[in-house]
T-cell receptor, first 113, second 117 residues
Framework: GEDVEQSLFLSVREGDSSVINCTYTDSSSTYLYWYKQEPGAGLQLLTYIFSNMDMKQDQRLTVLLNKKDKHLSLRIADTQTGDSAIYFCAPGGMDTGRRALTFGSGTRLQVQP | GAVVSQHPSRVICKSGTSVKIECRSLDFQATTMFWYRQFPKKSLMLMATSNEGSKATYEQGVEKDKFLINHASLTLSTLTVTSAHPEDSSFYIC?????????????FGPGTRLTVL
């Protein structure tokens, strides 16, 4: 099965950029998702990238994909205290709709004021 | 975007009782729903995949007689934790996906926190 790894913790100062990294093993992953989970809440889809793209930018979020190395990153520009949460990467296949997602361990982002 | 609700959001029960958690897709038909379990400060672990009108597929190590899943309609799946024990205390999250939704996205419910005393 798919293995997905993330670093567990990241601390940044407000206004700085945050970079959260993720490595995965399944090269057939077609859609690669980033989810955000705030304390006591469910998962919110932040953004995703299709596997034929290297980069996707969505306002303050930039997703970089190195398909050769199976490495995915999420950059949050001008990080705010409201960005404090756990971020999960979840690579998915073409039939993700019929298969559950495999989640990384999650990276807890702490933003210092 | 598509909305998935869960009810209840929190439940506290005594050991030995059964608890039913509902997962509803509010504005789309969910042909497939997934049930996840999340321990504190841990990732989500898939428990089972539920397809409308058929039996759920359970992951290895998940007791199907303890965690009963029913996906009786295209908008509702239920997870019943039978004879709950304190070790069943956890955060249970469902997700749903419908054929008409694009990019294969799954939409997640807000989760149900179960505490078994």
């Amino acid at each position: 099965g798919e293995d997905v790894e993330q670093s567990l913790f990241l601390s940044v100062r407000e206004g700085d950029s945050s970079v959260i990294n993720c490595t995965y093993t399944d090269s057939s992953s077609t859609y690669l998702y980033w989810y955000k989970q705030e304390p006591g809440a469910g998962l919110q889809l932040l953004t995703y990238i299709f596997s034929n793209m290297d980069m996707k930018q969505d306002q303050r979020l930039t997703v970089l994909l190195n398909k050769k190395d199976k490495h995915l990153s999420l950059r949050i520009a001008d990080t705010q205290t409201g960005d404090s949460a756990i971020y999960f990467c979840a690579p998915g296949g073409m039939d993700t709709g019929r298969r559950a997602l495999t989640f990384g361990s999650g990276t807890r982002l702490q933003v210092q004021p | 975007g598509a909305v998935v609700s869960q009810h209840p959001s929190r439940v506290i029960c005594k050991s030995g009782t059964s608890v039913k958690i509902e997962c509803r897709s509010l504005d789309f038909q969910a042909t497939t729903m997934f049930w996840y379990r999340q321990f504190p400060k841990k990732s989500l672990m898939l428990m089972a995949t539920s397809n409308e009108g058929s039996k759920a597929t359970y992951e290895q190590g998940v007791e199907k007689d303890k965690f009963l899943i029913n996906h009786a309609s295209l908008t509702l799946s239920t997870l019943t934790v039978t004879s709950a024990h304190p070790e069943d205390s956890s955060f249970y999250i469902c997700s749903a996906r419908g054929l008409e939704l694009s990019n294969n996205e799954q939409f997640f419910g807000p989760g149900t926190r179960l505490t078994v005393l």
